[in-house]
């Protein structure tokens, strides 16, 4: 199963545009080293997948 769902994630965020559009940006962050990952043992080692597990956690917010 994939890890998070797209059913927990999508009640995190309002549209599955949202969710495209903040991990992408939170992903650059973390590739770039500009952002510090807010997980302690993230599942995933790609990029893309820690964005979507700290939206799933709540650790991400935007502004509509």
Known sequence: MIYPSIDDLLK???STYTLVCLSAKRARQLQNGTGKLML???RSVKTV???LEEVS???LTYKK
Do not use: D, I, S, T
């Open 57 to 59: 956690a709540g650790l």
């Open 12 to 14: 995190k965020v309002n």
């Open 40 to 42: 302690e043992h993230p």
């Open 49 to 51: 997948g820690q964005a």
